[in-house]
């Protein structure tokens, strides 16, 4: 089964920019379409955006559309995800998953540990 291991999260002032990465341990996660799924304390885990298996096809949540960019480098083997202009109500976890069906729905394996991200206002 893939390991997922996410990256790259800390405290940032609102208006600051963070990088997430995503790297996963199999091939096998190349072969599929990839998301970033985000979840805040006492809410449930939701989608935030998605690439697909090239990396051509892109689609966001409209709570960051225009602020975030995700892409992927299958020859790495990793998934990012540039956050821009961070507002506070985007603290949260950020997990990374494969995806089973376009463009919000994760696979069935396991997530990672995530990386937590603190945006202070």
């Known amino acids: 089964q893939v390991q997922l291991v996410e990256s790259g999260g800390g405290l940032v002032q609102a208006g600051g920019s963070l990088r997430l990465s995503c790297a996963a341990s199999g091939r096998t996660f190349t072969m599929y379409a990839a998301g970033w799924f985000r979840q805040a304390p006492g809410k449930e885990r939701e989608f935030v955006a998605a690439v697909s298996r090239s990396g051509e096809n892109t689609y966001y949540a409209d709570s960051v559309k225009g602020r975030f960019t995700i892409s992927r480098d299958n020859a790495k083997i990793t998934v990012y995800l540039q956050m821009n202009n961070l507002k506070p109500e985007d603290t949260a976890v950020y997990y990374c998953?494969?995806?089973?069906?376009?463009?919000?729905?994760?696979?069935?394996?396991?997530w990672g540990q995530g990386t937590q991200v603190t945006v202070s206002s």
């Open positions: 998953n494969s995806l089973r069906r376009w463009p919000m729905t994760p696979g069935g394996g396991s």
